[in-house]
């Protein structure tokens, strides 16, 4: 399992999983995984997260790209 970029978005309204995942519960995994900014090609150590939307579980990690920018990663097979 790899972990690869899926989104971005400002603090506070970033669409996930079909909603605004700021909308949502984060509940920490205590997982940590490195990723790599899609455009400064940085790496990065951000924590894996748990969400329910709708009776399902999603997990994804996520941090701040930049100042008030948020990445978000899912897990992929591969």
Known sequence: ?????????P?????LFGVNIFDYDWQTTGKRVKIKDPIYHQDHTFEVWQVEIDGQIHRFA?????????????????
């Open 1 to 9: 399992m790899a972990w690869e970029y899926e989104t971005f978005g």
């Open 62 to 78: 996520t941090g701040e790209l930049s100042n008030c920018v948020w990445g978000f990663y899912l897990e992929k097979d591969g």
């Open 11 to 15: 603090d506070g309204q970033c669409k």
